[in-house]
């Protein structure tokens, strides 16, 4: 009894851990014996382990210390125990990133990757790969091909999963395995087999047509391994994602994943299941099977399988509802399931499909468990919530206390987050329920410990606080932030009192006071927005108030810092014109879609949508062209267009369009693929037919453009100087030297080609090539301030849109075609109206404001009144005219 | 046996059969052709299958009843300064030289004085063999012009001795490797007395 007590005590103190008390210095002093001879190989298997200990604890080693470490263990070679070698080749993996001079143990590792002693092979090429750079893999190269189509599959795999991590500093040598890579895909072995499709798919991913060929060839032969027909699974369902619903091409594509539906491996139904449900393309026939075996598991003895069915389940919910109901009776079962992960997702995914009348019964049993359950899962259910919230306003109260309440408990950052997202999109959504949340988020921020959190919640409340019945009691909520240790919330609350001062005249005089105060604060960032903002409140002028409070300006941060540094090196007699500084465009919501779910690493199956990374579409190009010197003298790049294709797809020749707007030029940015392997293409450029008014200032061919690669041409127009011949239809075709050439080496046969040509679409360009979408919180205040103002011109007119029959259609059309953001919401029409008015705004090149105001009217078609105010006639006029 | 008798025989290095041998010189001059000779017919690698070393490679062999462990070091630029972490512990140096590279010559000097200067070589009495290798090519350097051309008589601490020898035939490795274990079971006893004069004192 008693040695049991001290037994658990030990284990309490943690003193079962034998290497609790090391400590790098007497260890590295230890390690030392490795210069012995003869090598004691306990002794220094036991140093070794101590070693590897320290490092995964995170102990941070200096280079000079690894070094001698490492040095000293390479001496271990010398000893034939077979344990203390393959700790040595641990120690080298780790030791890789830190010591110098690792390459030393290049040949030691061969002689083992090449030897006899089977147990050495595996692991000595995983160690040699660790300590190889790009210099040096040449003179391994001719190993690593041999171990990939090793008959020893630990062999094979462990060179095939090397190769993969090789391809990162060295991904065209690596190409060069193609072939040992496709022999290895034949392997009998299950590892061995998907190591090797991994390799292969890794090595062609950049080039589509290779995928498609691989993926054609590997379809038709039946993979024994299911790891292999997995990865395969999710290499067809990104090419079919990829080429969208381009024809019939790709049935035999979806017939594969559909056939693997039948497979007798659960890991691949499951997978071709997923697959199946998170395909844009999929159609509710195609649908049936794929949910029928998501149900099936859902009843599966193994939790594994019910969590992946339930999971994938709530991933479609939304989508796919009417599928997804389908399978109700099942996920009612699993609300009681003892693995709360499996009932959370259950539930939730109730609650995405379920009826208005299941939300109380529902949410009563989630609040049963929910402080049982990660934060992960937590997220999940806060997102259930906001779907419901926004399919059933009327419940916002019940939600919104749900929600209030789960802010209070503990809980880490991302879950916070989400529910104070989830409060502020209700918010927008839904304005009865505008007080109710502000008021939980005011109580939210009175204890919140994440400072970027709650200076998200005093912006929104500057922005939503001012409009509300009664403003003045947020204020309370804002200034008790003042009195707080971090200045970032204290400059956040400066900041929204701001706004308050500026919307509110009854306000004002309280918020000078307040402001007065925050001017005596030890924090500079607080006292400068202190100082600004009660200067600018001090004057009494709506209009700054509107620039310079409520709207600020939405520049690039990026472009600025650049262009204010070049006007300190030039000449600076002239002031700084901030106008040259391009406007960052509010991201569309599709936008952030798209980058929220892009995956750059290997394939990995689509789970839920990671955080979206705002980066503006110009500021990726402006890298791109940068390297184009002709492009320099333009000045600041304005705005860049979508893509646009000019051929059709599977042709001979692959062009994509973008158009890049300056201020006094356009620049056209062709994207050119060759696709014929027996063609290279030289002096390759596309000559447009401008429409009346332009002029073309430069062309820029491409020199050369072999099978199967991209090149890029460009064009550089100078804008009309009568703005409204700036939009039009410009003729294009293809022109290049054509060389035949030998498809395998890409060698062209004679020195002579032949000038060809190839006629593309037309290319249109449109008032949004022109106009960067500018987000106002506070549309009406700027339109009233428009009114007022002398310096902008209005235009109206009142046509029909006869092409579409819904008012979303036309708000989208407009919206498109224009290249205005939408204010306010007011993108979003009611259920059931017929009456509805649009709100724009947005920047022309040259700086030109634009506010625009569109009534629309839903009767057979659908009929505008578009109502336009510029700071300059002819850009109010362009868009008034345009439209037509 | 009593243990201190045990003692005795260990420090006498009567029952010590392994030693160290570091094997070093330029870059093809025959380090891994030669130590591949010595190895018994099993490990022996096809002469034409000798790539060059990269890092270092540990090789085993018998010779005289002494079992030997050579560190056979790449003699590239870029290895040649991490020679000096295996100097310490090792019991004998081989220094192989292509007699029929003068070009180099200058360079084998440099590298050997550097290594002579070496604080871990420098204080002890380490035997070191060299091995004026490739004496079957045609411009061969005859060992005692290489002798000269290395100065290798003011090596005054350390016994040395140099052998011609052709790596690819074996001739002149035998008689060369005799010497070094001659001298390194001398070096062993001799260390090995001191430290027991020092036992007995006690
Ligand atoms: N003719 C001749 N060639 C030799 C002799 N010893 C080595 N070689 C060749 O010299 C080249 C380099 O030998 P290697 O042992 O790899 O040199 P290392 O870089 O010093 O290890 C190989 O092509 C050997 O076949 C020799 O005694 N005579
Ligand atoms: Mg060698």
């Known amino acids: 009894m008693s040695s049991f007590k001290r037994e658990k005590k030990e284990e309490e103190d943690g003193g079962g851990n034998p290497f609790q008390n090391i400590e790098k210095t007497t260890v590295l002093q230890e390690a030392r014996t490795f210069n012995e001879t003869p090598v004691n190989p306990r002794k220094c298997t036991h140093i070794l382990t101590k070693i590897l200990y320290l490092l995964n604890q995170g102990e941070q080693f200096g280079s000079t210390e690894a070094t001698e470490a490492f040095f000293a263990m390479t001496k271990l070679f010398q000893s034939k125990d077979v344990i203390l070698r393959r700790m040595v080749y641990l120690g080298i993996k780790e030791l890789s990133s830190i010591a110098d001079d690792v390459i030393i143990v290049t040949s030691s590792l061969t002689k083992d990757m090449t030897g006899k002693e089977d147990l050495y092979r595996a692991a000595a090429i995983r160690a040699l790969c660790s300590i190889t750079d790009s210099t040096m893999l040449q003179a391994i190269e001719r190993y690593m091909k041999q171990a990939i189509v090793d008959r020893n599959s630990a062999v094979s795999s462990a060179a095939l999963v090397s190769s993969l991590h090789m391809t990162k500093i060295a991904g065209d040598v690596v190409k060069r395995w193609v072939n040992e890579a496709q022999e290895a895909v034949n392997s009998d072995n299950i590892m061995v087999q998907y190591h090797a499709l991994g390799v292969l798919y890794h090595i062609r991913k950049s080039d589509r047509l290779a995928v498609t060929k691989l993926v054609a060839k590997l379809t038709r032969m039946s993979l024994k391994s299911p790891y292999a027909v997995c990865m395969l699974i999710r290499i067809t369902a990104k090419l079919l994602e990829e080429e969208g619903d381009s024809g019939n091409s790709n049935n035999h594509l979806f017939e594969f994943i559909d056939s693997c539906l039948r497979h007798k491996s659960e890991m691949v139904t499951y997978e071709a299941a997923h697959a199946i449900v998170n395909l844009k393309r999929t159609s509710s026939r195609e649908l049936a099977p794929a949910i029928s075996i998501l149900q099936l598991f859902c009843s599966s003895p193994k939790p594994t399988l019910r969590f992946a069915a339930v999971r994938t389940l709530n991933q479609v919910a939304i989508s796919h509802p009417a599928a997804v109901t389908a399978c109700n009776i099942d996920l009612e079962n699993l609300i009681s399931d003892s693995n709360r992960s499996i009932a959370t997702l259950a539930i939730t995914t109730l609650l995405k499909t379920g009826g208005e009348s299941s939300v109380e019964r529902l949410m009563k049993q989630i609040s049963m468990f929910v402080s049982e359950i990660s934060d992960e899962f937590k997220v999940v259910v806060v997102q259930a919530i906001r779907a419901l919230a926004l399919k059933f306003p009327r419940k916002h109260s019940v939600l919104m206390n749900f929600l209030s309440a789960m802010l209070r408990e503990e809980g880490g950052f991302d879950y916070k987050a989400s529910i104070a997202d989830t409060i502020i999109t209700i918010i927008e959504d839904n304005p009865d329920a505008k007080e109710t949340g502000l008021a939980h988020l005011c109580e939210f921020i009175e204890d919140c410990e994440h400072t970027s959190l709650a200076v998200r919640i005093l912006h929104l409340l500057g922005k939503e606080g001012p409009r509300t019945k009664q403003p003045s009691r947020y204020i309370r909520f804002i200034y008790n932030r003042v009195l707080l240790e971090d200045p970032r919330f204290r400059a956040g609350a400066v900041s929204a009192m701001a706004q308050f001062g500026a919307t509110c005249p009854d306000l004002l005089e309280n918020i000078q006071v307040l402001l007065t105060r925050c001017q005596m604060d030890p924090d500079d960032e607080v006292r400068d927005r202190a100082t600004y903002y009660s200067n600018i409140l001090s004057r009494q002028d709506k209009s700054l108030y509107n620039n310079y409070i409520i709207e600020p300006m939405k520049i690039s941060i990026s472009a600025l810092e650049r262009s204010l540094q070049e006007y300190i090196q030039g000449d600076t007699e002239q002031a700084f014109d901030i106008k040259s500084i391009p406007v960052v465009s509010p991201l569309a919501a599709e936008e952030i879609q798209t980058i929220a779910q892009k995956t750059d690493g290997m394939l990995s199956s689509t789970g839920p949508a990671s955080k979206p990374v705002q980066a503006s579409r110009e500021e990726n190009y402006i890298k791109e062209l940068s390297n184009v010197p002709e492009l320099q003298q333009l000045g600041p790049l304005f705005k860049s267009s979508d893509v646009v294709e000019l051929t059709e797809s599977e042709t001979e020749f692959v062009v994509r369009c973008i158009k890049h707007s300056y201020t006094k030029h356009l620049v056209l940015q062709f994207n050119c693929t060759n696709t014929l392997s027996d063609l290279l293409l030289e002096n390759v450029r596309v000559q447009v037919d401008p429409s009346e008014g332009y002029n073309i200032v430069k062309e820029i061919p491409c020199p050369k453009l072999p099978y199967n690669e991209t090149g890029t041409s460009y064009i550089i127009l100078e804008f009309p100087s009568d703005l409204s011949q700036s939009v039009g239809t410009f003729g294009a075709v293809l022109k290049f030297i054509a060389k035949d050439c030998d498809p395998t080496t890409g060698i062209p046969d004679t020195d002579e080609g032949y000038g060809d040509e190839y006629i593309l679409e037309d290319l249109e360009v449109t008032p949004s090539d022109q106009i960067q979408r500018v987000s106002k919180v506070n549309w009406s205040a700027a339109w009233d301030e428009a009114t007022e103002a002398n310096n902008y011109s209005m235009m109206n007119i009142v046509f029909s849109l006869s092409s579409v029959s819904t008012l979303e259609e036309a708000i989208k059309n407009v919206v498109q075609y224009l290249g205005l953001q939408a204010a306010e919401h007011s993108d979003k029409v009611p259920e059931g109206k017929t009456v509805h008015t649009l709100l724009l705004a947005g920047v022309f090149r040259g700086g030109a404001d634009i506010l625009a105001q569109a009534k629309l009217v839903l009767a057979d078609t659908v009929t505008m009144e578009l109502t336009v105010k510029a700071t300059e006639e002819s850009v109010a006029e362009l868009i008034v005219f345009a439209i037509e | ?202």
């Open chain 2, 1 to 202: 046996m009593g243990s201190s008798l045990k003692k005795l025989a260990f420090f006498l290095g009567i029952k010590r059969k392994e030693v160290n041998v570091l094997v070093i010189g330029l870059n093809n001059s025959g380090k891994t052709t030669v130590i591949n000779h010595f190895k018994n017919d099993e490990e022996k690698v096809e002469k034409t299958e000798i790539v060059p070393t990269v890092g270092f490679s540990v090789e085993k062999f018998q010779n005289q009843n002494l079992a030997f462990t050579a560190f056979d070091m790449s003699g590239h630029g870029r290895y040649r300064d991490l020679w000096e972490h295996y100097y310490k512990d090792c019991h004998g140096i081989i220094f192989v030289v292509d007699s029929s590279d003068r070009l180099r010559l200058v360079v084998v000097k440099d590298e050997l004085d550097l290594l002579l200067q070496h604080p871990d070589v420098s204080k002890r009495r380490i035997p070191i063999l060299f091995f004026s290798n490739k004496m079957d090519c045609k411009e061969a350097l005859s060992s005692v012009k290489i002798a000269a051309a290395l100065g290798l008589d003011k090596i005054m601490d350390k016994p040395w001795h140099i052998s011609a020898s052709n790596a690819l035939s074996g001739e002149g490795l035998q008689e060369g490797v005799e010497w070094l274990t001659q001298q390194i079971r001398e070096y062993i006893t001799n260390k090995n007395l001191k430290k027991f004069y020092r036992f007995i004192e006690i």
